[in-house]
């Protein structure tokens, strides 16, 4: 069983950032792809960015691209998510989730792993 904890979270102003990341517990995390998926208040779970098992391959959302980075270390069992220039369209409840391929995708069905989630809100 792979166990998911994200961390970074938090309140800042539009135009700032935040870091955040993702501890696996176990290796098959390097085996894997992951990817962040958000959550807005009232609106459905949406694919943020996601990451190939090596960390080759890297796809995002069109409003992420340029401003958010997805990346990687698979000694550490860790992923993280740079986030830039925040905008209040970001606040969310964001997830780390594993997949069950070794490739990125934006299909949440291929996750079958997901973390508990950490808030991140942008003020304006």
């Known amino acids: 069983q792979v166990q998911l904890v994200e961390s970074g979270g938090g309140l800042v102003q539009a135009g700032g950032s935040l870091r955040l990341s993702c501890a696996a517990s176990?290796?098959?995390?390097?085996?894997?792809?992951m990817g962040w998926f958000r959550q807005a208040p009232g609106k459905e779970r949406e694919f943020v960015a996601s990451?190939?098992?090596?960390?080759?391959?890297?796809i995002s959302s069109d409003s992420v691209r340029g401003r958010f980075t997805i990346s990687r270390d698979n000694p550490t069992n860790t992923m993280f998510l740079q986030m830039n220039t925040l905008e209040p369209g970001d606040t969310a409840v964001y997830y780390c989730?594993?997949?069950?391929?070794?490739?990125?995708?934006?299909?949440?069905?291929?996750?079958?792993?997901w973390g508990q989630g950490t808030r991140v809100t942008v003020s304006s």
């Open positions: 990451i190939s098992w090596d960390g080759g391959h890297t």
């Open positions: 989730a594993a997949s069950t391929k070794p490739w990125a995708s934006s299909r949440d069905y291929e996750y079958g792993y």
């Open positions: 176990r290796r098959t995390f390097s085996n894997s792809a």
